[in-house]
């Protein structure tokens, strides 16, 4: 799994509740990304980061913040969740993207659930 | 129009057949190919990459590139009941911006 830790693995919320998901790095990798995973859509970026304070959006941002003050943790944050935003999301990581042989690396996911 | 087409599938084949999952695309600035395998409540895990047209070979997998025809191929020799997973396409830019086909769902019956 490339040293990554997504937690937690699953989550059941409320409508209108925050909800904060972690990635965990051990691979020093500079980029980190957050994706959601939906029948139909397949991987769609949310955000992503190029460094410790570093952030900017992906296509799919509205209701989503981000935060990474180290090198090895990137938060996602749903500030008041909804049932649109029950899906997978995965944490990936990559080196250099736009160099060479650097593709993404994915952790397991998170399943949350908004009821 | 996505930029990227994936095959839906499902595709279910006996064991030992030969399988071929395919992608196009319609941005010309993909310069990277890539092909994940996703096991059923895991994350995606990168298996071939490439970013030439040709072929590219590794054991029983075996991916190709035709960039003039904004197409690429993943083929699987012998197939296995453990090659059962969705195969997603993804493709990368220079700039590094990634994207994916909605992935294609194999079952390799034994």
Known sequence: DAGIT??????????GTPVTLRCHQTENHRYMYWYRQ??????????????VKDTDKGEVSDGYSVSRSKT?????????????QTSVYFCA??????????????????????? | QKEVEQDPGPLSVPEGAIVSLNCTYSNSAFQYFMW?????????????Y???SGNKEDGRFTAQVDKSSKYISLF????????SATYLCAMKTNAGKSTFGDGTTLTVKP
């Not at chain 1, 939906?38 to 460094?51: A, N, Q, T, V």
């Not at chain 1, 993207?97 to 399943?111: A, C, D, E, V, Y």
């Open chain 2, 36 to 48: 994940y395998r996703q096991y059923s409540r895991k994350g995606p895990e990168l298996l071939m």
């Open chain 1, 38 to 51: 939906d029948p139909g859509h397949g991987l769609r970026l949310i955000h992503y980061s190029y460094g």
């Open chain 2, 50 to 52: 490439t970013y030439s």
């Open chain 1, 6 to 15: 997504q937690s937690p693995r699953h989550k059941v919320t409320e409508t």
């Open chain 1, 72 to 84: 090895e943790d990137f938060l996602l944050t749903l500030e008041s969740a909804t049932s649109s």
């Open chain 2, 76 to 83: 699987i020799r012998d197939s296995q009941p453990s090659d």
């Open chain 1, 93 to 115: 990581i990559s080196e250099s993207p736009g160099q060479g042989k650097s593709p993404l690396h994915f952790g397991n996911g998170t399943r949350l659930t908004v009821t």
